[in-house]
């Protein structure tokens, strides 16, 4: 699950404020989040919960709950700021461009290990 799809999963502070203010639970829950709610302030710039955790817990518990699609992955090897990213490529059949480490259509079972895509 990488974490550039799961981190589009945010909840704003509104939504968390509402959270803290629903019961014994969902103030636990707020309260829990208070360490990460600062962390993705200063890492974001706003006041938001990214659901990372969440969202690939919950695939986990109930596969197919996130759409799936083949594609090819791409490692971004140049020298700026997005070096080691992971660059999806949702087109059927797209060729890999520029200086790519690797490139293979990713499917369901596909893990990362030593910088190759297995499947």
Not at 9 to 21: M, P
Not at 37 to 56: C, I, S
Not at 62 to 85: Q, S
Request: with cysteine.
């Amino acid at each position: 699950m990488p974490p550039d799809l799961t981190h589009r999963t945010r909840v704003d502070s509104t939504w968390l404020d509402r959270l803290g203010g629903s019961g014994r639970i969902g103030s636990t829950l707020a309260a829990m989040s208070r360490p990460c709610r600062a962390h993705y302030r200063e890492l974001l710039g706003t006041d938001v919960l990214v659901l990372h955790d969440a969202v690939a817990l919950a695939e986990v518990i109930w596969p197919d709950i996130l759409e799936r699609r083949p594609m090819t992955v791409d490692a971004e090897c140049g020298f700026g700021p997005a070096r080691g990213a992971l660059v999806a490529d949702s087109r059927a059949h797209s060729p890999a461009r520029g200086t790519r480490c690797w490139s293979r259509p990713m499917s369901r079972s596909t893990t990362c290990t030593s910088g190759c895509w297995t499947g």
